[in-house]
Structure formats: structure tokens, C-alpha cells
């Protein structure tokens, strides 16, 4: 799961995330096309911010055209025909969402979480998986927060509480 890259950054903490967030998008995508090659379904779930009219494909393309990191992380992840998307209108993907009968369709009992930002949206729904019994990695390099030090705490967070696998993903290079 993708969660919340695709991203205006127009909120307070956004000018500390933005290179932090280009950088866990970059490793990210090398995992999406890792996880493609091996026919692992990527779900995107995303933050509306409020825009109920909007589709996801309106919310990648008010991205790219946003410019700088919006547009750096939208080109890098470059939604798929294959991919799945779903609108969220709060911090857990699993909250207002159909995701959980979607993981029930595809038989998921492990959850790869990346995405942004860590101590917020991408622990609460690191969260609410552990609590529906899945597994869960959070690979440590596929995440952002505002900081290195608040990375580094919920990671370890995750780690003692959910029993989270934060390792960061090799990405070869």
C-alpha cells in the first residue's frame, strides 16, 4: 500500500517533508516494480483533502501539475492500469474505506505499508492492520516524516507495539 505520496503539500510541516518524502518515493517505486514483476497488487490510498468531487486520476494530475515534490512523486510512482486506488477521508486507510473487503478478495495476510507521513497517516493505518490481524512492514527507507528523529521514533514504535517489520528495503543501488 501507498499511502497519501500523492500529495499537494500544502499544510503546515510540508516544507521539512517534502525532501523527505521525494526520497521514501524514490525507494518506494523501486519496490512497487519489484512487487510487479512478482504480480503483488499495489493499492494506492490516498488522502482527499476534502475534494469529494475529485477522482484519484484528478488528484495525480493536480500533482504534476503542482510542480516540485507533488509532481517529482507523482512521475516516480506513475499510477497504473493495474493499480488500485481508493479515497480516504481520514489519517487510516481503513477508515471510511472498502480496503478491508478488498484485502479479504485478494486473500492478504500481509500488509507492505510506505508512504507519508510516518508518525500520522502511515502508523494509523499500520495500526489498524495490526488490530485486523495482519502482518505488517513498514519498510523504513518507503516512509517520511518531517524529521529523521521522528522517523526513527514511530518506527521504533511500530516496531515494539505492533510488531512491525521496519526494515528498509535493499533497494540495489
Known sequence: MLIDFMNLFDFQG????RPRAVR???NAAAL????????VPCIFVNDNFGEWKHS???LVQTCIDRGGASKAIADLLKP????????KP???AFYGTPLEFLLDELEATRLLI???AADNCVFATAQDAHVRKFRVWVPSNCVAGESLSIERSVLRHMTRTLKANTQRYETNG
Do not use: E, N, V, Y
Open 56 to 58: 484519484f486520476p484528478q
Open 90 to 92: 481520514r489519517h487510516s
Open 114 to 116: 510506505a508512504g507519508i
Open 80 to 87: 497504473g492500469a493495474t493499480d488500485i486506488s481508493i479515497l
Open 24 to 26: 521514501a518515493a524514490r
Open 32 to 39: 512497487k516494480a519489484r512487487a510487479k514483476q512478482r504480480r
Open 14 to 17: 510540508a516544507r521539512a517533508l
